[in-house]
């Protein structure tokens, strides 16, 4: 009887830190992700057309080069609208854990907070934008995405 009583919270405890676990895909599934993503990418540069520089400063800092330029701004917010990472400002939870970073605890809210007050939807999607690429490079460094 005591050992089933302690197993109890043990189980649930299981229970509770697996829910948030990423599932990987199957390849088939990756292989469209990424087609899709793909395909995010080139019309958002054709709609953005913004120096490949700066998507690589991005992605390896969570910086532009400029922090005032538009243009790169629209284009990350495009592709996360695109690829369906996000819409209306609202993270796509399973995607992002998924793809670019294992958000847990309450990462998501927080940056879907992110420049809230901003009329600019470019600005306003980036803002959420990079704050994802921000924690992805310092809070998830070391937790590989599926």
Not at 41 to 64: H, K, M, S, W
Not at 91 to 110: C, E, F, H, M
């Amino acid at each position: 009887m005591f050992r089933a009583i302690f197993l109890i919270p043990v189980l649930c405890l299981i229970l509770v830190a697996t829910q948030d676990e990423v599932v990987p895909d199957d390849p088939e599934v990756q292989k469209e992700m990424h087609a899709m993503f793909y395909t995010a990418r080139v019309a958002c540069a054709d709609e953005n057309l913004i120096p490949y520089a700066n998507v690589l400063q991005f992605n390896i800092t969570g910086e532009l080069p400029d922090d005032k330029d538009k243009t790169s701004m629209c284009y990350f917010n495009c592709f996360f609208e695109k690829s369906g990472l996000m819409k209306d400002y609202k993270l796509n939870k399973d995607l992002v854990r998924k793809y670019v970073w294992p958000a847990t605890g309450d990462s998501i809210q927080v940056c879907e907070d992110e420049g809230k007050e901003e009329l600019n939807a470019c600005e306003r999607g980036y803002a959420i934008v990079k704050c994802v690429f921000v924690r992805a490079l310092t809070d998830a460094r070391n937790k590989p995405t599926v």
